[in-house]
């Protein structure tokens, strides 16, 4: 079975500060994982994916996150937030070797970004 | 640039009511799913389908819910008779094979009173 650990439910930054949202991942087979945002009042939108090849990946709105399989974590970072990055962020794992598109999110983290 | 749509955005009904939420996947997407999220809690996965059938589902989607593709672009999931515990936001996705990326919708809020 797989799982995701999302640590800290709300994480707190100032305009221009370093974003990082840890997310720490079981998984009994080579997983993909992914980071999904959702601003208020919206969908699931995908900010970036790993599923092979290189570890560091960069996804929309400045966003990016590195696969450590020593680590069993997919951190998201962004070296300078913004307003508009306030929203919900959820980490998810599938099994590479399943049949199926069936996601494991994590608790979320809600991202406040102050002035 | 295609998206999942989903209807309503959001329904109130009284326990013991049969709801029908609806969703359009994306059209050459053949792969389909439905997860809810309960208020304050994570994300879940309820059931996908695949080739007008379920492929897997979650030990929530019991007995009283149930999914259907009637017509080729809509793909449904029915509630036969709703609970409290069933006030959620429902999230219908689709992807176009199991190891791309899937798409969702915005969600239809549940509200059962």
């Known amino acids: 079975a797989q799982s995701v650990t999302q640590l800290g439910s709300h994480v707190s930054v100032s305009e221009g500060a370093l974003v990082l949202l840890r997310c720490n991942y079981s998984s009994s087979v080579p997983p993909y994982l992914f980071w999904y945002v959702q601003y208020p009042n919206q969908g699931l939108q995908l900010l970036l994916k790993y599923t092979t090849g290189a570890t560091l990946v960069k996804g929309i709105n400045g966003f990016e996150a590195e696969f450590k399989k020593s680590e069993t974590s997919f951190h998201l970072t962004k070296p300078s937030a913004h307003m508009s990055d306030a929203a919900e962020y959820f980490c998810a794992v599938i099994n590479s070797g399943g049949s199926n598109y069936k996601l494991t999110f994590g608790k979320g983290t809600l991202l406040t970004v102050n002035p | 640039e295609p998206e999942v749509t989903q209807t309503p955005s959001h329904q109130v009904t009284q326990m013991g009511q049969e709801v029908i939420l609806r969703c359009v996947p994306i059209s050459n997407h053949l792969y389909f799913y439905w997860y809810r999220q309960i208020l304050g809690q994570k994300v879940e996965f309820l059931v996908s389908?695949?080739?007008?059938?379920?492929?897997?589902k979650s030990e929530i989607f019991d007995d009283q819910f149930s999914v259907e593709r009637p017509d080729g672009s809509n793909f449904t999931l029915k509630i036969r008779s709703t609970k409290l515990e069933d006030s959620a936001m429902y999230f219908c996705a689709s992807s176009q094979h199991t190891n791309t990326e899937a798409f969702f919708g915005q969600g239809t809020r549940l509200t059962v009173v």
């Open positions: 389908f695949y080739n007008n059938e379920i492929s897997e």
